[in-house]
């Protein structure tokens, strides 16, 4: 495939119409056994336009949405970019009521999703929009309202400037807040990853597999990448291991981006099942640490897949650093690193008081610049001054650079541990316990204490079957790490909190 094959419209909403003129009956999307062509989805992206335009719909208006992976997610994904509107998608996990909180932040013209996540939003007495649509409820429904619309192409008088998603952060620092990422965001953002032949199908026979919730910035990414890569998008409802190990079964290689808790649970299904899964032709991952024991299973058992590591944030339409395949080979110092700096973008380990960049192995505040970088937060003027600064946007990661140029994430600032005058970062100590053979999965934090200010307390999860005490704990990382990084406190618990982007609530661990 050529870098001018791959598709880089100046707005999103010309991606499926420049697929359908170039394809129109190449498969596009593959949605639980029915199967759309690239011109079918232009044809329902139309469609979608004009019912949004039915209910007063215009540029700028927000749209949200609450609904898992649906197929009609795309068409109106488009449908609002041809016209100029904002998808809101929301995070069908939340609570209701702080899906209520999103909804009014977002000042949405209207309200889609689906009956079993509206209705409880309803009962918590959230301050509905006028107009609420229901999905795949036939008569009455917004399917209902797409499929009676002419599909003519929308009038497009658009401009870069335009937003055309707000994505809410995670929430896992404080209360989400509306990243508005514009159509040049994009633009630049799919520039920069054609001309460096990023997540290339090694293969015109290539399937992306799509399993991220569409609320995330990875989950709408990787859907406009396959697009404009011509790959046809196998969508999975929401993410299913063994939905995923059955589709391993097939002729087609499989592309996927996941996270590495989604890869820890697709290797024990495939163990499960004595299914192999040597489809997977390339793994990209990212969202959270990816632990040496997990990366090293993960390339045993796919091993023709290339693997990629991203390392980014919603703030910057995703990526910030990415680590080649090649990086992750066993005996190189890097393969635990985030890679280099995604092109176009600068990247800086700074003292986060003064901005100022700090030495190479030495710990900083990571801080990254480009065009793709958001406009900034929705209605919160005050949180976007914060997190810009003279076009930098502060991570609120921690990390380093070593001395070939490789950037180390080591936590987030706020979770560092200060023990006795001493900073510690969780993940260094988390990366060790998941070398040993009883763990499954581990957390750190730092909790009161009136001597050290702070001490090291960790979570873990044991494989089923495994014997593990504090002692083993202590012993196993003793080696491993300074005396004053070990763990004063183990506690063993059946699963750690996650939100469904796959980073673990630590949140949650503090207030337990």
């Not at 336009?49 to 540029?59: D, P």
């Not at 469904?500 to 661990?509: A, C, F, Q, R, W």
Request: hydrophobic content about 45%; some cysteine.
């Amino acid at each position: 495939m050529a870098t001018n094959d791959i598709l880089t419209p100046d707005f999103i909403g010309d991606l499926i119409r420049d697929q359908a003129k170039a394809a129109p009956r190449q498969t596009g999307l593959i949605f639980e056994g029915r199967e759309f062509s690239y011109g079918e989805m232009n044809e329902r992206a139309n469609k979608a336009a004009a019912a949004l335009q039915e209910l007063g719909v215009r540029r700028g208006d927000r749209v949200a949405w609450l609904a898992r992976n649906l197929a009609i997610f795309w068409d109106t994904l488009f449908g609002a970019a041809k016209i100029g509107a904002v998808l809101t998608p929301i995070n069908w996990r939340l609570a209701p009521a702080e899906i209520a909180q999103i909804l009014e932040d977002s000042k949405a013209h209207i309200f889609i999703g689906e009956k079993d996540f509206i209705d409880p939003v309803k009962a918590a007495g959230a301050d509905m929009p006028e107009t609420t649509l229901l999905l795949e409820t036939g008569e009455g429904s917004f399917d209902a309202l797409v499929d009676k619309q002419a599909a003519t192409e929308p009038a497009n008088d658009m401009s870069l400037d335009d937003a055309f998603v707000q994505l809410y952060t995670s929430g896992t620092t404080g209360l989400p807040k509306g990243v508005i990422l514009s159509n040049r965001a994009y633009k630049i953002n799919g520039e920069l990853g054609a001309e460096q032949r990023i997540i290339e199908p090694k293969s015109d026979d290539e399937i992306a597999l799509h399993a991220l919730p569409h609320f995330h910035v990875a989950g709408v990414n990787f859907g406009l990448m396959a697009i404009a890569r011509s790959m046809p998008i196998l969508q999975f409802r929401q993410f299913d291991p063994v939905g995923i190990v059955e589709a391993a079964k097939g002729d087609a290689p499989l592309n996927a981006f996941l996270v590495p808790a989604m890869i820890m649970m697709i290797l024990e299904a495939a163990k499960q099942m004595e299914t192999p899964l040597g489809k997977f032709a390339n793994v990209s991952y990212g969202a959270a640490p990816m632990p040496e024991p997990l990366l090293d299973a993960a390339m045993a058992a796919m091993p023709d897949a290339t693997f990629t590591q991203f390392y980014g944030a919603t703030e910057n339409c995703g990526a910030v650093t990415f680590l080649a395949h090649e990086d992750h080979a066993k005996g190189k110092k890097q393969r635990v690193a985030a890679g280099k700096p995604w092109p176009g973008t600068d990247v800086k380990v700074c003292n986060p008081e003064t901005g100022d960049a700090v030495d190479a192995g030495a710990t900083g505040e990571i801080w990254m610049r480009s065009g793709a970088v958001m406009d900034g937060y929705w209605g919160r003027e005050d949180a976007t001054a914060e997190a810009l600064v003279d076009g930098w946007y502060r991570t609120g990661d921690a990390g380093y650079f070593d001395e070939n140029g490789f950037l180390y994430v080591c936590d987030r600032v706020k979770d560092m541990i200060i023990s006795g005058g001493e900073n510690i970062y969780p993940a260094e100590i988390e990366n060790a316990l998941a070398k040993h053979p009883a763990v499954l999965e581990a957390a750190v934090i730092g909790v009161p204490d009136e001597k050290w200010g702070e001490i090291v307390k960790a979570f873990i999860v044991k494989r089923a079957g495994s014997e593990l005490t504090p002692d083993d704990v202590t012993a196993h990382l003793s080696d491993r790490i300074a005396k004053f990084k070990l763990p004063r406190e183990v506690a063993f618990v059946g699963a750690l909190p996650r939100n469904p982007s796959g980073k673990i609530l630590k949140t949650e661990l503090r207030k337990a």
